[in-house]
C-alpha cells in the first residue's frame, strides 16, 4: 500500500527499500518504522513509501477546508482559462474574472487559517497558475487584516491574482529556464509587468488592477521595476500585492529555486520592510499569520518531529515546540531550526 510519508504510523513496515530523489537509499526493505525512521524519511525528502500494513484512516478535513480547497481549485482552473484567452486575444473577459473570483474569495471568509491554505496549496500544479492563486488569496485577507471595505478587499484580491497575466506573452522556455537568467532574458522577463497593464486595461475599466500589475515589483528604495518608483509613488494596492507575491514566491517551489520554510520566509519578509517593502502591510501580515502556525506539525533540524506549542514573545520567527514530551525553546537553541511544517 503506497501512503504518504505523514499519514505513516509506529509499527509500519516498508514494503520495499526506500531511496530519495537522488538515488541514497534511505531504509532498507522490512523496516519497522518508529517515529526516528519516520523522521529520516521526511528529511531525505522521501514523499510516499510503499508499506505491509493498512495503513490508518486519513483524517478528514473539516468541511470548510473541503469547501475552500474546491473554490482554490476552481480559481487556478479559472487562471488557465484566463491566461490561455490573454495569450490569444490580447485580452479576457471581466465577467468571466468575477464569476470566477466572487464565490471563490467569498468562502474565505469562512476560514481564518491561512497557513492550512497554503500548505493545502503546497503541490506540483503549473506554477505561474497556482502562484497566481496564491497572490490573489494572500492580497484578499491582507486587504481584510489592514481594514478595507469589502469591495476594497474584493477589488485587491482581484487585483493580486491578475498581477501575472501578462507572462502569457513571455516564452516558456524562459519563464521555466532552470538556470541563472542573462541581463537580456531578465529584461525580457520584466516586461510582463507592462504587458499585463496592457492586457488587463484592453479588458477592463477599473484602473488600479492593470497599475497594480504594472507596479508590483517596484520597491519602496527605488530599486524595482518597471518604472524605479520610490515610497509613496506606489500605489497601496500594488504594495500589498508584492508581499503577496513574494511571500507566495520564496515558499513555492521552481525550477530554480528551492521553496522555503513559511516561517523563515515571514523572517525575511519582516526584513524587507526596512526599505524594500511598505512596512503597514508587511506588519500586518507577520501579526496575522504567525498565530495560524500554532497547532501545527513540524520537523526540526535534528531530524525530530514536534509541533508549535507557542510564539515566543523574545523572538516570533522561533516559536516553542513541544518534541518527544519535552519544551525546546528556538529562540534560546539557535543551532536548531524548523525545516519544514505540515498540516495538523
Not at 481564518?112 to 488569496?137: A, C, F, I, P, W
Amino acid at each position: 500500500m503506497r501512503v504518504h510519508v505523514s499519514d505513516l504510523k509506529p509499527g509500519n513496515s516498508l514494503k520495499s527499500d526506500t531511496f530519495s530523489s537522488r538515488g541514497l537509499h534511505v531504509l532498507p526493505k522490512g523496516s519497522q518504522l518508529q517515529i526516528d525512521e519516520i523522521a529520516k524519511l521526511m528529511l531525505h525528502g522521501v514523499d510516499y513509501v510503499d508499506i505491509e500494513d493498512e495503513p490508518p484512516a486519513p483524517v478528514s478535513r473539516p468541511v470548510i477546508i473541503q469547501e475552500v480547497a474546491s473554490s482554490l481549485d476552481n480559481m487556478m482552473d479559472g487562471f488557465e482559462s484566463l491566461y490561455m484567452e490573454a495569450l490569444m486575444k490580447g485580452s479576457f473577459s471581466q465577467s468571466a474574472v468575477d464569476d470566477i473570483l466572487q464565490p471563490s474569495l467569498q468562502s474565505l471568509d469562512k476560514h481564518k487559517d491561512v497557513v492550512s491554505l497554503l500548505l493545502l496549496l503546497d503541490r506540483e500544479d503549473n506554477y505561474t497558475y497556482n502562484h497566481s492563486l496564491q497572490v490573489g488569496m494572500l492580497s484578499y485577507y491582507l486587504a481584510t487584516w489592514l481594514g478595507y471595505s469589502k469591495q476594497e478587499c474584493y477589488d485587491i484580491g482581484r487585483a493580486g491574482y491578475l498581477i501575472d497575466i501578462g507572462k502569457c506573452r513571455i516564452s516558456p522556455a524562459l519563464l521555466n529556464k532552470p538556470g541563472k537568467l542573462t541581463p537580456h532574458e531578465f529584461t525580457e522577463i520584466q516586461l510582463h509587468t507592462q504587458y499585463g497593464y496592457e492586457i488587463i486595461s484592453n479588458s477592463m475599466q477599473d484602473p488600479f488592477t492593470a497599475l497594480v500589475a504594472l507596479q508590483h515589483h517596484e520597491r519602496e528604495d527605488g530599486s524595482g521595476y518597471p518604472n524605479r518608483l520610490t515610497g509613496s509613488q506606489i500605489h497601496p494596492y500594488a504594495q500589498i500585492a508584492a508581499v503577496a507575491d513574494i511571500y507566495s514566491a520564496m515558499t513555492s517551489e521552481r525550477v530554480y529555486q528551492s521553496k522555503q520554510e513559511l516561517i523563515t520566509v515571514l523572517r525575511e519578509i519582516n526584513n524587507l520592510s526596512f526599505g524594500k517593502l511598505n512596512g503597514k502591510p508587511v506588519q500586518a501580515f507577520i501579526q496575522h499569520l504567525m498565530p495560524n502556525f500554532i497547532g501545527k506539525r513540524v520537523l526540526l533540524s535534528t531530524g525530530d518531529l514536534g509541533i508549535i506549542v507557542m510564539n515566543n514573545p523574545l523572538d516570533v520567527f522561533r516559536p516553542l515546540v513541544q518534541s518527544e514530551g519535552q519544551f525546546l525553546d528556538l529562540a534560546r537553541d539557535r543551532k536548531m531550526a524548523i525545516v519544514e511544517i505540515y498540516m495538523e
